[in-house]
Structures are given as C-alpha cells and as structure tokens.
C-alpha cells in the first residue's frame, strides 16, 4: 500500500510555461484535494474531488484546473506558471467526507517558478 | 468550519510534557476537534481527534472541556522528534466535503 504518491518531487518552471502535477492515492479514496503552502503559512485549499468525475474550487483556485477521470488519480495542472505560484503543493486523500475525513497526505511537489 | 486560534510557537525539553492549546469559541454543535503534525519537508499527518472529554491514543491525548470552546493537545516525555508544526481544526463530520482548512498552526521545539 503505497498510500498517497505525488510526482515529480521538485521542478522549475519558467513563467508562462504549463506544467502537470501528478497524485494517485492506492486506497479506494473517494475524497481527493490539493493544497498549496507557502512560507511561514498554513495549508491552503486549491481544487477538491468527491469522487470520479466531480470536482469543486477551494479557496484559491485561480491558474490552476483539475480533473477525476479515475477514483486513483488527481492531477494538477498549471495553465501558465507565474512566480507567484511558487510554493509546496499537498496533494490528499480521505476514505468518506462525513463519515471518516481524515485527510492522508501525499510527500509534497516542491515547485519554483523563475 | 470554526475559526480555531492556537499560539505560534512554543519551546520545550525532552522528556517534559507539552500541552497546546486551541481556542475555538465559536465551534458548532457538530464540528468535531481535530489535530494534525507537519514534519519540515513532509505533509501533515493526523494524530487525535476527539468530540468532547478525553481522547487518547498511542501518539497524544487529547482533552475537550464540557464547552468545547477550547481544547488542549498533551504530548507526554516528549523528545527532539516531536519538533514539529501542530495544527488545530475544528470542523462539521457529518457530510461536509469542502476541504480542511489549515491556520498556521504551532511552531513546538523540543531542545535536549
């Protein structure tokens, strides 16, 4: 059971360029998110999933888009890169939204944007 | 999702026992406590949660006064492993599927 697992671990990205985020969690998880983190901040929520085919904005969702084609996989794309998104990005998984919520986390994406 | 407040960073030794504290005055009815850990470098990991009195388990425990408005997480004998950022949350379990939100949680050093 690998849990949550998230590529690439770092990249660097020149502004204006497009970039994929991969997730894919191993645990039948219907409920999926992701996060960014900044410096000194907490966790702030992006894009979230309640399953295959559904997706919702978080708090900050701008220059980012998301899809669910599978209940594995979570991608996170950026559209075109600006330095601003520099940051750490968290993908997660939780078993059932109201009935078990606790969010397990991927190890991170670590991304610079230039 | 009710606002939780929790001090930025507290210091400690090893071997002491660690109590943060959150205050969540405006909790609802149904929002249950949680509290999640952060390692440098790594996602956050869930560690206790708990509705009311006392919660406990192999990592801390956890303790909820007959208000809930606010709740203490003890860590026991810590150790230079428990170095971490500690996050509180206080949120509806009953059906609420928009996310977690993250403050910025307690800086604990734990020094030799």
């Known amino acids: 059971n690998a849990g949550v697992t998230q590529t690439p671990k770092f990249q660097v990205l020149k502004t204006g360029q497009s970039m994929t985020l991969q997730c894919a969690q191993d645990?039948?998880?219907?409920?999926m998110s992701w996060y960014r983190q900044d410096p000194g901040m907490g966790l702030r929520l992006i894009h979230y999933?309640?399953?295959?085919?559904?997706?919702d904005q978080g708090e900050v969702p701008n220059g980012y888009n998301v899809s669910r084609s599978t209940t594995e996989d979570f991608p996170l794309r950026l559209l075109s890169a600006a330095p601003s998104q520099t940051s750490v990005y968290f993908c997660?998984?939780?078993?059932?939204?109201?009935?078990?919520?606790?969010?397990?986390f991927g190890p991170g994406t670590r991304l610079t944007v230039l | 999702l009710a606002k939780t407040t929790q001090p930025i960073s507290m210091d400690s030794y090893e071997g002491q026992e660690v109590n943060i504290t959150c205050s969540h005055n405006?909790?609802?009815?149904?929002?249950?406590i949680t509290w999640y850990q952060q390692f440098p470098s790594q996602g956050p990991r869930f560690i206790i949660q708990?509705?009311?009195t006392k919660v406990t388990n192999e990592v801390a425990s956890l303790f909820i006064p007959a208000d809930r408005k606010s709740s203490t997480l003890s860590l026991t004998r810590v150790s230079l492993s428990d170095t971490a950022v500690y996050y509180c949350?206080?949120?509806?379990?009953?059906?609420?599927?928009?996310?977690?939100?993250f403050g910025k949680g307690t800086h604990l050093i734990i020094q030799p």
């Open positions: 708990g509705y009311k």
């Open positions: 999933s309640v399953g295959a085919g559904i997706t």
């Open positions: 949350l206080a949120r509806y379990s009953g059906g609420g599927a928009d996310g977690l939100t």
């Open positions: 405006n909790i609802a009815t149904n929002d249950y």
């Open positions: 645990m039948n998880h219907e409920y």
């Open positions: 997660a998984s939780s078993p059932q939204p109201g009935l078990d919520d606790t969010q397990y």
